[in-house]
């Protein structure tokens, strides 16, 4: 008893970030209850400051070695703090960004995102299927209210949308860790335990449970064949939520899933090929986002296929199974943070001065709002993995993964998923060159006066946009930082 | 004094960032400001010309480390700012100094959004020339993908009436090329380590580590010992096919050069003198620099694919522009058959065809330029290009028709111009070729002379029907006038250089020449390493 006290009691030290997140909550929603003059304003700044704390509260955290908390339930590691840094930033992004919400629903609006960021900063962390499951319900149930933002038909046939798959997901999720619970007669999947039942017991059943299992996670991080909701939602939902959606959940899906693969792949020693399931939904996903996207006419359904594109991409981190490949992806996950921001907030910014929905509409906008076309025109850029943005960087270095995969173990299907990526680099140039094409190439006579971003809004994307030159020239510092991080299960 | 070339590749990317600072409707200052580039350019090529040693291989070298990165259990990558200039480069460069020059004047009367062209030549400038000088494969890669976005812009916005379609297909045409280069460089700085350290490995992408097969590492997928076939071909053989056809789709080379005829349609007349004269090289350059020493045992095993698609290049081109009616889809096609030459200089594998390949290379660029630049001048008069729509425009258009003559005649390979030199280099080394080494077989450069014929044919028969006969023209446009100054200015250094490298080829031949005899030295000793 007395060492289950002492336990939760340094376990609380450990979740510092967590429960400032959380006690954030709590206070957004008292201010929200009796403060009615500058609401909005308030509460931004609140969640910014929160956000900001909880930074320096996981960049303070000096982790030696991973600390399991609260009986294993979580674990504090580099690996999980790396993410959540990327986590709180997002979210420091996405609060900036937002525009002034209908005063009555500004205090859930805040309180919404910050609820996506608790769970995902838990899910990280998560060690045991229970955790997952209310880390991954805590970021789903928000993110359904959230894509209803707009309050309008579409937002709720989005949000509506997005529930439903998002249910179904998460029962086949239970179902497969039940499953596996039944086999490994633990919920515990990095305990030595699950490692060994499972290992004794390699019978089909193992494979539904973990394909069930995955199927949860794939559907967060919106890879193929669990995507189908992504357009909807992206176009029916605000963008600052959008360009939220398509970065804090879906690197929290990714984190969970390096892990969880790692366990289930036991070591290489497991009686399925794991590498295969994985590297066919990779390929599938960079195809088929990319296939899709082609054809798209609404700038955020294009965004919503290309991020599907992307999750592959990133997946193809975890397929080599080494280190250096799961090192690539944080590498490219941080990338893709800021690439995606920039291209959604420039987006944003264009969308809300200049009022168009339609990528055509945005004919002749380069030369009006240069500074946001320039900065998105540097984030499509990035997306498509052309020199010298950052996202070459990060594609090289996956490539690089798979290609010294392939090398030392010579499975073809690495080989495959390593050219099939490299070739879909030219599909993906065809579709995120569409919108610079409007706003440069096709001329479009409009009268413009008084629409103007200040330099002060510009300021960010121009930020963003160096961020990503810099970690091209320079990809060592933050290589150096993700290499110390020791990755073990 | 020691840092020439980086101020050659990074002026003109402070000129653009300058650029982007001041109001656009400062017309005047953008222009000037790319003169100026040029100029300092120009003046730093004369300082870089006089510390030039011939016969001292690779020079004037910059090697900083740029990325380091720790790639745990595989060691780590290694890659530098590694510029240099050779034998190879330093007629690539200089070409490119003197041909972007001329490009701002050749751009002084283009007509919307000054401050947005400028900064993109800008740009393009300096990313063409730290491509012509990387040492660094990375580097080098780097810096040829980033010349494509430019490119793309100045294309699709400054461009014809099928701007939109020829700048896409440029773009995708080109970078699907690339990524066939990526995927080698990917593949093949894994199997490479730096010389200097031996107890870690660190992988390096500096270029002449990698020609130098002792430093694969044993057992890598590089290495010749590894048995591992894909299909018909081992790894280097593969790798060696990839990168042929990545740096053929920017020759280009039959029948991969669909995209270059749009494009130079398409765009206006200052970006096809860059395309002509300066992108297309890339395709020689690239074999002779990366394909050709890295892989030499693919360049003898595939010699004669590699000398196949130049004689088809050089016929098919010379066909295409015999029946081309537009003049700048002629010019265009005489192009791609031109570099055709390229191809069968660089299969040849002998210092001649080497040798000459490179200063086929040089001449085309400024003869082809020369071209584009005559196609221009008329295209600002009468916005036709139509050859049928023209005849006996020497009467009105005197010092025009003699500077179209000396551009035709030189392109034809006449001899006294330098076209000629590249070409006859080229058929001795072709024709040498089968006794040397055995590589191509006689009947290509037999065949390829045809295209000289056809070449002869093709512009003999516009400036027939252009320029001779009876003045008429099938167009409404007020009366034509004859080259004005700022014409002169840019056709009459071309005139005199086509000239003078046709004459005096010495001037040339002496850079060339060393770099190209030890080029086929090092093939040949590298590729006994790989086939003893």
């Known amino acids: 008893m007395n060492d289950q006290l002492q336990d939760i009691y340094q376990s609380m030290q450990w979740l510092m970030p967590e429960l400032l997140l959380t006690s954030a909550i709590l206070i957004t929603l008292f201010v929200g209850l009796f403060v009615t003059k500058n609401k909005h304003i308030l509460l931004k700044s609140i969640s910014l400051f929160v956000y900001a704390a909880a930074l320096v509260l996981v960049a303070l955290q000096e982790i030696d070695n991973p600390v399991s908390l609260f009986g294993n339930m979580l674990r504090a590691d580099d690996f999980s703090n790396y993410f959540k ?134 559907f967060k991080i919106s890879a193929v064949p669990f995507h189908l909701w992504a357009p909807d939602v992206y176009e029916a939902t605000p963008t600052p ?89 944080m590498f490219y996950a941080a990338v893709f943070l800021l690439m995606n921001f920039l291209v959604f907030i420039a987006l944003n910014q264009i969308e809300s001065a200049w009022g168009a929905h339609l990528i055509p509409a945005f004919a002749g906008t380069g030369k009006i709002f240069l500074i946001p076309a320039l900065t998105m025109l540097v984030g499509l850029i990035a997306l498509t993995g052309l020199p010298p943005t950052a996202g070459f960087t990060a594609k090289l270095l996956i490539f690089s993964s798979l290609w010294a995969g392939y090398e030392q173990s010579g499975s073809l299907i690495l080989l495959f998923v390593f050219i099939v990526g490299l070739l879909n680099t030219v599909i993906s140039l065809f579709f995120y060159l569409k919108i610079p094409y409007y706003q440069f190439i096709k001329e479009k006579k409009r009268d413009a006066t008084g629409l103007r971003i200040s330099f002060a809004e510009n300021l960010l994307t121009i930020l963003l946009a160096i961020a990503l030159f810099y970690l091209f020239l320079h990809p060592d510092g933050l290589m150096r930082w993700i290499n110390r991080i020791s990755f073990v299960l | 004094m020691s840092h020439l070339l980086s101020y050659l590749i990074f002026i003109p990317f402070v000129g653009a960032l300058v650029a982007l600072l001041i109001p656009a409707n400062r017309i005047n200052f953008f222009k000037q400001l790319t003169l100026g580039v040029s100029i300092i350019q120009l003046i730093l090529l004369v300082l870089i010309l006089s510390a030039y040693k011939i016969n001292a291989g690779v020079q004037l070298a910059e090697n900083i480390p740029w990325i380091t990165l720790q790639l745990g259990s595989w060691g780590s990558l290694h890659a530098e700012y590694f510029v240099a200039i050779d034998g190879l480069s330093l007629p690539m460069v200089a070409l490119s100094v003197v041909i972007m020059a001329i490009a701002v004047i050749s751009s002084w009367n283009i007509e919307k959004n000054h401050k947005g062209y400028f900064t993109l030549l800008l740009i393009l400038n300096g990313a063409i020339i730290g491509s012509f000088c990387a040492l660094d494969f990375l580097l080098f890669y780097v810096f040829f993908e980033f010349m494509l976005l430019p490119m793309y812009f100045l294309i699709g916005i400054w461009g014809g009436p099928r701007r939109e379609y020829a700048s896409i297909k440029f773009f995708l045409y080109t970078l699907l090329g690339s990524i066939f280069i990526l995927i080698v460089l990917v593949a093949s700085y894994l199997s490479i380590k730096d010389p200097a350290t031996s107890n870690e490995v660190v992988h390096t992408l500096n270029v002449l580590h990698m020609q130098n097969p002792d430093n694969i590492i044993p057992g890598s997928l590089l290495d010749v010992d590894t048995e591992d076939q894909y299909g018909p071909y081992s790894f280097r053989m593969w790798a060696f096919l990839l990168l042929f056809i990545g740096f053929a789709i920017k020759l280009p080379a039959v029948p991969l050069h669909t995209w270059l005829p749009d494009a130079h349609v398409e765009a206006p007349t200052a970006i096809s003198v860059i395309l002509a004269a300066l992108l297309l090289k890339f395709g020689g350059y690239g074999l002779l620099r990366f394909a050709y020493p890295i892989f030499p045992d693919g360049a003898i095993e595939f010699a004669w694919m590699v000398g196949f698609v130049g004689v088809l290049s050089i016929i098919y081109g010379a066909l295409n522009a015999l029946a081309s009616k537009d003049l700048k889809r002629l010019i265009a096609y005489s192009s791609v058959s031109h570099m055709g030459f390229v191809l069968l200089g660089v299969a040849s594998a002998t210092a001649e065809g080497a040798g000459g390949a490179v200063y086929q290379m040089f001449s085309h660029g400024i003869i082809s330029a020369m071209l584009f630049l005559i196609a221009g001048v008329l295209y600002d008069r009468t916005h036709d290009r139509l050859i049928a729509n023209y005849s006996g425009l020497a009467s009105k258009m005197k ?17 006294g111009f330098a076209g000629f030199i590249g070409e006859v280099l080229v058929f001795f080394g072709a024709f040498q070729s089968h006794a040397i080494n055995g590589l191509i077989p006689i009947w290509m450069p037999i065949v390829a002379t045809s295209g000289l014929l056809l070449g002869a044919g093709y512009f003999l028969w516009t400036i027939q029907r252009m320029f001779y006969g009876p003045y008429s023209i099938r167009i409404h446009v007020p009366e034509l006038t004859d080259i004005n100054s700022r014409e002169y200015i840019m056709l009459l250094p071309l005139a005199v250089a086509a000239l003078l490298f046709g004459i005096l080829p010495q001037l040339l031949m002496k850079y060339i020449n060393p770099f190209a005899s030890e080029w086929v030295e090092e093939l040949f000793k590298h590729a006994s390493f790989f086939n003893p």
């Open chain 1, 85 to 218: 840094i990327l986590f709180l930033t997002g979210g420091f992004l996405t609060v900036w960004i937002s525009q002034e919400q209908k005063e009555k629903n500004s205090t859930e609006y805040f309180i919404l995102i910050q609820a996506v960021v608790t769970g995902s900063c838990l899910l990280v962390m998560s060690m045991n299927f229970i955790m997952v499951v209310l880390s991954i319900e805590l970021i789903s149930l928000s993110s359904y209210m959230l894509s209803g933002f707009g309050f309008d038909k579409k937002s709720a046939e989005g949000s509506l949308k997005y529930f439903l798959f998002g249910t179904v997901a998460t029962a086949c999720m239970i179902y497969g860790m039940s499953l596996l619970y039944s086999l490994s007669g633990t919920l515990d999947y990095s305990s030595e335990t699950f490692l060994k039942n499972l290992l004794e017991n390699t019978t089909p059943l193992l494979l539904v449970g973990g394909i069930l299992t995955l199927a949860g996670f794939l």
């Open chain 1, 241 to 329: 939520i959008v360009a939220f959606f398509a970065v804090v959940p879906k690197l929290a899906g990714l984190a969970i899933i390096t892990r969880f693969t790692l366990a289930i792949n036991l070591f290489g020693q497991s009686g399925f090929n794991w590498q295969l399931i994985i590297a066919v939904i990779a390929a599938m996903s960079i195809l088929v986002g990319n296939l899709s996207a082609l054809a798209q006419q609404n700038p955020k359904r294009l965004l919503a296929f290309s991020s599907v594109a992307q999750s592959g991409f990133m997946l193809l981190g975890i397929v080599s199974f080494s280190t250096e490949g799961i090192h690539f992806t």
């Open chain 2, 399 to 415: 010092s025009y028709t003699a500077f179209v003559l000396i551009a035709f005649f030189a392109s034809m390979g006449l001899p």
